[in-house]
């Protein structure tokens, strides 16, 4: 499934649900207590996140999407530090403030990227506490197009029925991360994203794909849902629609590191994909990706937009070959994202030969992506005469994206491709030949940007004019 990212910015989600501070205590170990056979920690440092339903307002936010996040807390310090992350990252927060209840904070120790305890501070909330709630909700609706309800069973979202019902007849889609025992409370909701072992204890054991599709048509039925998604950890996601389609996706983690907030990033990706009207399909195809990146983190953690592009061009392998000027300004942005270097050359290439081969292959040397801009064949006219080019610009660009010192080629239409470099910006520019690197296009915007101008000679005898003079004075022969 061949999948381009939605417009984030397009997303307006109403995130509502249990809030947590997670707290992170890191140290070193290296005895064990006289007090208790239990290791001593000497802690170094320390850090906050916002987790639960806070978690998934932040993915949201980090997508570019607009959200607001609705929840309890209490009238504590944990409250204050979880505003001030949340605002500074972009959401909007509509807390409802639980009197003699704390905010849910949970503490983890850690030592040598291991969790060795975690504590719990939280007191469930009453009944009176999630009607604060449903009417925040009814407040915060207006304009919204997705509606994720994120439930940790900690209260919160106890009139889960009356907010789906409120969605649902505006017309907006309804996703829920269940915790619930009793997936009635869902009902009506679009979609709902249990993981495996919360979906066998609702609907009995399942040995096989069969009987996940069999059991979750027979749940989607009951409950009224569009469809549902099952997490399944190593084994992926199993999406099955109302119609008894499914979807079975494969895991996109390539190193499992931490499987906490998976679910939270699964959801919000879904959900702001489905804001943006992503076909179902392709956002959960997407949320797959997006699970795959956060695995690989420590802690809850959340997913951009850079990261999830760059994932969906390395398993698709569109990260390499010819492309155009726009999807090679946001291949760049990805590369720069990952740390990597930009080098870009430019020529026309009209007839590759060993000299130009030689040129390349230094070029990439010098940094971790190498760009290769081509005239087009109407500049090339104009700079080599009416009888060039010998070959097009279409199987000049393939040639060279063929060759292993190449990662990105792009055409241009003007004589010199100065407009492209300084909208480019790479780290280094090459140009083949005896030049002064003041005289290389674009040297001034590159420079300016802090990068090099590198001049690097040619294998002598190598030329194109010589290539295409050899052939006319053969044919002549």
């Given at each position: 499934m061949n999948m381009t990212l939605p417009d984030f910015s397009r997303a307006r989600v109403l995130v509502v649900g249990d809030?947590?501070?997670?707290?992170?205590?890191?140290?070193?170990?290296?005895?064990?207590?006289?007090?208790?056979?239990?290791?001593?920690?000497?802690?170094?440092?320390?850090?906050?996140?916002?987790?639960?339903?806070?978690?998934?307002a932040l993915n949201v936010a980090s997508l570019g999407g607009k959200v607001t996040l609705v929840g309890l807390v209490g009238q504590d310090e944990p409250?204050?530090?979880?505003?001030?992350?949340?605002?500074?990252?972009?959401?909007?927060?509509?807390?409802?403030?639980?009197?003699n209840r704390p905010t849910i904070t949970k503490l983890r120790v850690i030592s040598r990227q291991q969790q060795l305890i975690r504590l719990d501070?939280?007191?469930?909330?009453?009944?009176?506490h999630a009607h604060q709630v449903l009417e925040r909700f009814r407040r915060s609706l207006s304009g919204i197009n997705a509606v994720i309800l994120s439930d940790y069973g900690k209260g919160a979202l106890r009139e889960s029925a009356l907010l789906i019902e409120l969605a649902r007849k505006a017309g907006i889609p309804v996703l829920v991360d269940p915790k619930s025992k009793d997936f009635a409370a869902y009902r009506g909701a679009s979609v709902i994203t249990p993981n495996m072992a919360e979906f066998e204890t609702v609907v009995g054991e399942c040995k096989d794909d069969a009987t996940i599709v069999h059991k979750g048509i027979a749940l989607v039925e009951r409950l009224g849902l569009e469809a549902l998604l099952v997490t399944r950890s190593e084994k992926g996601m199993s999406l099955i629609h109302r119609d008894g389609a499914a979807l079975h996706l494969p895991t996109h983690a390539r190193e499992v590191y931490d499987v906490t907030g998976a679910g939270d990033t699964v959801i919000s990706v879904m959900g702001a994909a489905l804001a943006c009207q992503m076909p179902m399909e392709e956002a959960t195809a997407l949320a797959n990706v997006a699970a795959g990146i956060v695995v690989g983190k420590l802690g809850t953690a959340t997913v951009s937009e850079t990261e999830l592009r760059s994932a969906l061009k390395l398993d698709q392998e569109h990260d390499l070959g010819v492309m155009d000027e726009n999807a090679l300004v946001a291949a760049v942005a990805d590369a720069r994202a990952r740390g990597e270097r930009i080098v870009m050359t430019n020529g026309c290439f009209d007839i590759l030969h060993a000299g130009h081969v030689s040129y390349l292959e230094v070029a990439r040397h010098l940094g971790d992506r190498l760009i290769v801009a081509v005239n087009d064949d109407e500049s090339v006219r104009r700079l080599k005469g009416k009888n060039r080019p010998i070959n097009g610009v279409e199987p000049r660009m393939a040639v060279l994206a063929g060759l292993a010192s190449t990662d990105w080629v792009v055409p241009f239409s003007e004589d010199t491709p100065e407009r492209l470099i300084c909208r480019i910006k790479p780290d280094i520019l090459v140009k083949g030949g005896d030049y002064r690197a003041e005289d290389v296009a674009g040297y001034g915007c590159v420079t300016r940007n802090g990068g090099k101008v590198k001049i690097l000679h040619f294998v002598d005898g190598c030329s194109t004019s010589k290539v295409i003079k050899k052939i006319r004075d053969s044919d002549r022969a």
């Open positions: 809030l947590m501070l997670d707290r992170y205590w890191h140290g070193s170990t290296s005895r064990i207590s006289p007090e208790a056979p239990v290791p001593i920690v000497k802690v170094s440092q320390h850090e906050e996140r916002p987790g639960g339903a806070a978690n998934v409250a204050i530090i979880l505003n001030r992350m949340l605002t500074n990252a972009g959401v909007l927060c509509e807390f409802e403030v639980a009197e501070f939280e007191d469930e909330f009453e009944a009176k």
